[in-house]
């Protein structure tokens, strides 16, 4: 059974930092792109971040692009959010999702969401 | 970035009885595979997402056959039939083609 528990969610004063982590467990994780999407209280969905299975390629939207670095240690089946410069926008619950596996030689886009987190609550507020 | 149009926002429905979401896309869908990356989720009350629909038009694992996707290029539907009460939630649609990756705002089901 595919299980994904995230961690690391809080209050947070605007500008600090804060690190969340998603542990993975119940398929090959380093098969696998990993992805952060959030959803603010009472909101809709938002992408946040994607890595790829070696974590050698990243992509954010502009709302979070320099502010947070997505990162995974695959010997630990981990996946992890680093965020800086946070911002009261950034109030949010965070999941933690698996993408689709890599296919090498496969032009393809691994980009949705089949399992989901249970979410961790970061809140940015002085 | 490609906007994601929901429609309904919210909709009510009867047990039993048959309804559909709309989602349309700012730009095509079509991949440079040849695929279209549409896909819909089910937020229930309380809980996180959950995958019905991916590349248009396939069931995911355990979804029941009342749930439906069709459409093409930048029109898409899904439809559920034989509404039961576990339907209830918000329905998103959600785009991976093209980043930055993007959902539509959603469309609340509710059971009459």
């Known amino acids: 059974e595919v299980q994904l528990v995230e961690s690391g969610g809080g209050l947070v004063q605007p500008g600090r930092s804060l690190k969340l982590s998603c542990a993975a467990s119940g398929f090959t994780f380093s098969n696998y792109y990993m992805a952060w999407v959030r959803q603010a209280p009472k909101k809709g969905l938002e992408w946040v971040a994607t890595?790829?299975?070696?974590?050698?390629?990243?992509y954010y939207p502009d709302s979070v692009k320099g502010r947070f670095t997505i990162s995974r240690d695959n010997a630990k089946s981990s996946l992890y959010l680093q965020m800086n410069s946070l911002k009261s926008e950034d109030t949010a619950t965070y999941y933690c999702a698996r993408s689709g596996p890599e296919l090498p030689g496969y032009n393809y886009s691994p980009n949705w969401f089949a399992y989901w987190g249970q979410g961790t609550l970061v809140t940015v507020s002085s | 970035d490609v906007v994601m149009t929901q429609t309904p926002v919210s909709l009510s429905v009867s047990l039993g009885g048959q309804t559909s979401i709309s989602c349309r896309s700012s730009q095509s869908l079509v991949h440079s595979d040849g695929n279209t990356y549409l896909y819909w989720y089910l937020q229930k009350p309380g809980q996180s997402p959950q995958l019905l629909i991916y590349?248009?038009?396939n069931r995911f694992s355990g979804v029941p056959d009342r749930f439906s996707g069709s459409g093409s290029g930048t029109d898409f539907t899904l439809k559920i039939s034989r509404v039961e009460p576990e339907d209830l939630g918000v329905y998103y649609c959600y785009q991976g083609t093209h980043y930055p990756l993007t959902f539509g705002s959603g469309t609340k089901l509710e059971i009459k």
């Open positions: 890595i790829s299975t070696s974590g050698s390629r990243t």
């Open positions: 590349k248009v038009s």
